[in-house]
């Protein structure tokens, strides 16, 4: 099995992580691939990272007016 793309939708917004190439994970059963698992962590920590500058970057947005 290849995956080639991630997607976590949050209250502050979608992110997808497009993979390439594709991150092939050969047996879908048991434990989870280490591979797997590090992209996992990866994808969290850029969560994190979002989240925390998540105030800052509404700050900075502009304000559309009606």
Not at 40 to 51: F, G, N, S, Y
């Amino acid at each position: 099995m290849k995956i080639y793309s991630m997607e976590v939708e949050t209250d502050l917004g979608r992110r997808v992580v497009q993979l390439s190439p594709p991150l092939d994970v050969a047996e879908p059963s048991g434990d989870m691939s280490p591979v797997f698992r590090s992209l996992t962590e990866v994808l969290w920590r850029v969560l994190c990272e979002v989240a925390a500058q998540a105030p800052a970057l509404d700050a900075s947005a502009l304000k559309a007016e009606a």
